[in-house]
């Protein structure tokens, strides 16, 4: 075998031998074939995911925070990759942590809308119906204010999301200020209807003895009586004592 020969096989020997070395080289640096499969750590405090992936030769990386108010602060909401992945060891888990505070949301611009309306734009923008309170106005259901805790607040105002809004909507009477009418001498169903022309409620019925048809009965006294100082915003109650006979 001459020299040219020799030293093509010395160099095709030195190349095989090479890139089995680069191979193996790579082959234990990745740890090929060695994987583990990831654990369930959706819902597990910080504390508990960090030491479940510890056990299982693995390490996590806070990738985004979100907010959910049924879940417990510090929580892992989500993770990536999922449960039962083959990954290998040493990978970095990506999860997504619950915020130990709720973020800030803007009230958004609700007065004016329908009670309907402002229920929905609330809804959509993270916060909460708290208490309806009615005063009078002619435009019935209409926001007409915006109250936080018992404060004024306007549109634009930065609240922490889940924060009850309270509505401050018109009653559909205006400024109407009715007196109590005389209801004595009356059926129930004679006051009732005198009652419900100056937008007053009928209130409890007391009974003095036995009585066949309520509707029927007498009306004897009343509560509030008639011409007694002051008068009774609609909606309010009159309260009638009534009998079987006049």
């Known amino acids: 075998m001459g020299?040219?020969?020799?030293?093509?096989?010395?160099?095709?020997?030195?190349?095989v031998a090479t890139l089995m070395l680069v191979y193996f080289s790579l082959n234990w640096y990745t740890m090929h074939g060695d994987f583990v499969s990831v654990p369930n750590i959706t819902g597990k405090s910080?504390?508990?995911?960090?030491?479940?992936?510890?056990?299982?030769?693995?390490?996590?990386?806070?990738?985004?925070?979100?907010?959910?108010?049924?879940?417990?602060?510090?929580?892992?909401l989500d993770q990536q990759p999922r449960k039962g992945a083959k990954v290998k060891e040493a990978r970095k888990i990506y999860i997504t942590l619950n915020a130990s505070q709720p973020p800030s949301v803007k009230v958004p611009p609700i007065?004016?809308?329908?009670?309907?309306?402002?229920?929905?734009?609330?809804?959509?923008?993270?916060?909460?119906?708290?208490?309806?309170?009615?005063?009078?106005?002619?435009?019935?259901?209409?926001?007409?204010?915006?109250?936080?805790?018992?404060?004024f607040v306007k549109p634009g105002a930065s609240v922490r999301k889940g924060t009850k809004?309270?509505?401050?909507?018109?009653?559909?009477?205006?400024?109407?200020?009715?007196?109590?009418?005389?209801?004595?001498?009356?059926?129930?169903?004679?006051?009732?209807?005198?009652?419900?022309?100056?937008?007053?409620?009928?209130?409890?019925l007391v009974a003095n003895g036995a009585i066949e048809d309520t509707m029927n009965a007498y009306v004897y006294d009343q509560e509030p009586k008639f011409g007694q100082p002051g008068k009774l915003g609609p909606g309010n109650s009159v309260q009638l004592f009534i009998r079987e006979d006049k």
């Open 3 to 15: 020299k040219l020969q020799l030293t093509i096989l010395y160099i095709f020997a030195a190349s």
């Open 46 to 76: 910080l504390f508990e995911a960090k030491s479940i992936l510890s056990d299982y030769d693995l390490d996590y990386l806070v990738a985004d925070s979100s907010y959910d108010e049924n879940r417990p602060p510090l929580s892992v």
């Open 111 to 151: 007065i004016d809308n329908s009670r309907r309306q402002a229920e929905l734009i609330l809804n959509s923008w993270g916060l909460k119906v708290g208490n309806l309170i009615y005063v009078p106005d002619m435009a019935k259901d209409a926001v007409l204010n915006i109250q936080i805790a018992g404060k």
């Open 165 to 204: 809004v309270d509505l401050v909507l018109g009653d559909g009477f205006g400024n109407q200020i009715e007196e109590v009418p005389p209801l004595t001498d009356l059926t129930v169903l004679e006051a009732k209807a005198v009652l419900n022309a100056v937008h007053l409620n009928l209130g409890m």
